[in-house]
């Protein structure tokens, strides 16, 4: 072979000569646009455009989310584990961490750490994971529902759950008349106001109500059985007048509710009776088959489907989240495998965040330091209190309990936790209540369900009589300290 044949350019030199020729021409080019005064900075734009500010990016936001998030579940963990320390349920302690994080302590006391933890610009990012974590955890409350047996006493059950959920209703209906003008969101009719905050004072968090239960030695007693199943039936009628009134505030004219209500019924009934067994056939045949990825995918998609669907139709998207809990095929283990994982990510990342968020729109020191707004707060504790007792205790002495069992009912159903949050927050976004109400309500909701484990021990071991069977009618659902992802 020839050295011009192993070369890799079989004519070096003419190549190099064109080569030569092309830089000379682009020198030149430079060279003329540079005479031309084109390349001179002075040089006006043709067309000015304003440039865009400076904001940090992608990857500095990542990375302040990133921290923002670590924080927020750091001290949920911590304040948790102290709330456990003194026999609260964690969701007490996390709360609390939701309101120091706020404006309400380091906002207060470090302005400076504050805006380090929780810039401005990842205020957004944060409460859009906020949203996310409000809609998976109304999906895990769906999933519990419904798993209650009943039983022969279903008659007396149903009856006892609407008397608890009726009288506090009531009663909350009228306190509200006064405090109208104090806690009413700004252009919103008296009406909507009465039942929202009758609804809110109603509400029973059935969720933490299962850990209180278990944390005091009432699993499988008749007392812890009659309080599940009465708050689960309570929560249903709240969740419905909770429709009811966004509906209504959600709506320009009483037509335009009707409509709105119409359209929940028929989703709700579509979502049940149709979607429902379409989903339990499907997953009979598929869920087995399918990669984990592919059912979380799935799963997701249904809880942020629904959730738009009953957005768009005028109420709420955490009744989407709930309708898909409802809706998804329990029975199936891989399906029911993925919605056990994706509510211990929720429990441990989201809900966290969801309390953050909570914590960013309360300010206790402002509201307090108002008397009327004081007062009206305490009216409010009062009432949601005295409601849940006059509700639960004659039912339950009527209904053959002993005294002290019967008391025990009213402080269980006065356990309210992040349920009453979530009602109060779908309150505050659709404007029915101001500021001000929705932060003594926070308090209110936090009071009431620190007051159940003590109460309960004073009630003393009488309370802890067991069923006819000796266990939950739920069988072994909440009988393993690993039932914590479904208590909040």
């Not at 004219?253 to 009707?258: F, G, H, V």
């Not at 087995?288 to 957005?311: C, K, N, Q």
Request: proline content about 6%; some cysteine.
């Amino acid at each position: 072979m020839s050295a011009t044949d192993g070369s890799l350019l079989p004519k070096p030199g003419r190549g190099l000569a064109v080569a030569g020729a092309l830089v000379a021409g682009a020198v030149a080019l430079l060279g003329i646009a540079y005479g031309a005064g084109w390349l001179n900075p002075g040089h006006p734009a043709t067309a000015a455009a304003a440039a865009p500010e400076a904001g940090p990016t992608p990857a500095a936001l990542m990375w302040r989310l990133l921290i923002a998030v670590a924080v927020v579940c750091a001290l949920a963990t911590v304040f948790g584990r102290l709330a456990r320390l003194i026999g609260q349920p964690p969701v007490v302690g996390e709360i609390i961490a939701g309101l120091v994080l706020g404006p309400s302590v380091i906002g207060a006391l470090a302005p400076w750490l504050f805006n380090a933890i929780v810039p401005t610009e990842v205020l957004p990012n944060l409460n859009l994971l906020a949203q996310a974590g409000l809609a998976v955890f109304m999906f895990t409350v769906g999933t519990d529902f419904g798993r209650d047996g009943v039983g022969r006493d279903r008659g007396a059950i149903a009856g006892a759950s609407l008397a608890i959920m009726a009288v506090p209703f009531a009663l909350g209906v009228v306190v509200a008349l006064p405090l109208y003008t104090t806690l009413a969101g700004q252009g919103v009719d008296r009406l909507p106001f009465a039942i929202f905050i009758g609804t809110a004072l109603s509400i029973t968090a059935f969720p933490v109500l299962a850990r209180i239960v278990q944390d005091c030695g009432l699993l499988g007693s008749r007392l812890g059985s009659l309080a599940m199943l009465c708050a689960a039936v309570a929560d249903v009628l709240a969740w419905c007048a909770l429709a009811i009134v966004l509906a209504m505030i959600r709506s320009a004219d009483p037509a335009d509710a009707l409509v709105a209500l119409v359209l929940t019924i028929l989703l709700g009934a579509a979502t049940v009776l149709v979607l429902k067994p379409l989903l339990r056939l499907l997953a009979d045949r598929y869920a087995g088959s399918l990669p984990t990825p592919i059912l979380v995918l799935l799963v997701l998609g249904l809880i942020l489907g629904l959730a738009a669907a009953t957005d768009a139709i005028g109420v709420h998207a955490i009744f989407g989240g709930f309708l898909a809990g409802i809706v998804l095929p329990k029975d199936s283990l891989p399906v029911r495998q993925v919605a056990d994982q994706l509510g211990g990510l929720n429990r441990a990342l989201l809900v966290p965040v969801f309390f953050a968020s909570i914590g960013l729109r309360t300010d206790v020191t402002a509201a307090v330091s108002h008397p009327q707004v004081l007062a009206a707060g305490g009216l409010l504790l009062v009432a949601a209190v005295l409601g849940k007792f006059l509700g639960a205790v004659p039912v339950a002495r009527g209904a053959g309990l002993p005294g002290r069992s019967a008391l025990g009912l009213g402080v269980l159903m006065n356990a309210r936790g992040i349920t009453e949050i979530v009602v109060l927050s779908a309150g505050l976004s659709v404007g029915i209540i101001n500021q001000s109400a929705f932060t003594v309500m926070v308090m209110m909701a936090l009071i009431t369900t620190m007051m159940a484990a003590p109460l309960l021990r004073l009630l003393g071991p009488g309370i802890r009589e067991r069923s006819a069977t000796g266990q939950l009618p739920t069988g072994d659902t909440y009988a393993s300290g690993d039932a914590a992802p479904v208590i909040r």
